[in-house]
């Protein structure tokens, strides 16, 4: 199965240090050109831009039919409606953290996985011994959560 990402996990976890850490959970990642013009272009010099510029394992994919973009809502970030459509065009699951663009997604029959999902992921292959360190620090770099709704799914994963 495929995975096609929106910029703010790619951003999230660069901002951590972890970057690699999607590669290991989730494996290869495709982003849509506006996700790719976000972190690198408009982001020049921030946190993702080099990591992208420098891994293989994260891939450029255009978006076939371009046209459907204006069927999205207005408040979804261009990134965000092209990460919705290709990732709709290739069958793929989508990274993403933005409620919004969550609901749109999975509204159209998009499976969803965020952030926290990836360091469970990470958590049952082996590669991270606890998540409740990793997701305080994503927290503190960003990532929007609901204290309660961590809080649960810190305990969920025994921690």
């Known amino acids: 199965?495929?995975?096609?990402?929106?910029?703010?996990?790619?951003?999230?976890?660069?901002?951590?240090?972890?970057i690699e850490l999607l590669l290991?959970?989730?494996?290869?990642?495709?982003?849509?050109?506006a996700v790719y013009?976000?972190?690198?272009?408009?982001?020049q010099g921030k946190p993702g831009d080099i990591e992208l510029k420098n891994t293989v394992w994260i891939r450029k994919e255009p978006i076939k039919d371009y046209v459907?973009?204006?069927?999205?809502?207005?408040?979804?970030?261009l990134g965000e409606k092209e990460a919705i459509l290709l990732a709709q065009e290739i069958g793929a699951i989508l990274l993403v953290d933005d409620k919004?663009?969550?609901?749109e997604a999975q509204s159209r029959g998009i499976i969803c996985v965020g952030s926290l999902r990836v360091l469970?992921?990470?958590k049952e292959k082996g590669l991270i011994a606890k998540i409740k360190p990793l997701g305080?620090?994503?927290?503190?770099?960003?990532i929007r959560i609901k204290d309660s709704l961590y809080q649960?799914?810190?305990?969920?994963?025994g921690e």
């Open 152 to 157: 649960e799914f810190i305990k969920a994963m």
């Open 100 to 103: 919004l663009a969550r609901r």
């Open 68 to 77: 459907k973009i204006h069927q999205l809502p207005e408040g979804l970030g």
């Open 37 to 43: 013009n976000e972190i690198v272009i408009q982001g």
């Open 24 to 33: 290991q959970a989730l494996g290869e990642i495709r982003i849509p050109q």
């Open 1 to 18: 199965m495929y995975i096609v990402s929106d910029s703010s996990p790619l951003i999230i976890f660069a901002k951590i240090g972890k």
């Open 136 to 142: 305080d620090e994503l927290r503190k770099k960003g």
């Open 120 to 122: 469970k992921e990470a």
